[in-house]
């Protein structure tokens, strides 16, 4: 089973970067959809950026497209998430997410579509 990892995450204040890292272990597939998620208390899960690994494409959500920047390295098995020009309403917790086997561009949206998710790690923006 695979097994994810995120870090990064902390305290910024409005304007601000950071950047989370999810290393991935265990079985290694060809194909995999990398997502990162976020969740306030009370709502759902968010769909924030996607990397597909078999051609590269990405994926942001327009509140977040032009700010934040997704990247995998394969050989460490870590996707990133930079994340620049931070706002209040970035605050949330941020998981990464994976669907290995993924055939297609592009990758699921709904966070109960991927096999594998993170812990979490906690981004708090402060204004």
């Known amino acids: 089973r695979v097994q994810l990892v995120e870090s990064g995450g902390g305290v910024v204040q409005a304007g601000g970067s950071l950047n989370l890292s999810c290393v991935a272990s265990?079985?290694?597939?060809?194909?995999?959809?990398l997502s990162w998620f976020r969740q306030t208390p009370g709502k759902g899960h968010e769909l924030v950026s996607s990397?597909?690994?078999?051609?590269?494409?990405?994926y942001y959500a327009d509140s977040v497209r032009g700010r934040f920047t997704i990247s995998n390295d394969n050989a460490k098995r870590t996707l990133y998430l930079l994340m620049s020009s931070l706002k209040p309403d970035d605050t949330a917790a941020y998981y990464c997410?994976?669907?290995?086997?993924?055939?297609?561009?592009?990758?699921?949206?709904?966070?109960?579509?991927?096999?594998?998710w993170g812990q979490g790690t906690q981004v708090t923006v402060s204004s």
């Open positions: 990397f597909f690994t078999q051609n590269s494409n990405e």
């Open positions: 997410a994976a669907r290995p086997g993924w055939g297609t561009w592009p990758c699921p949206t709904d966070w109960h579509e991927y096999n594998f």
């Open positions: 265990g079985p290694d597939y060809s194909r995999y959809c």
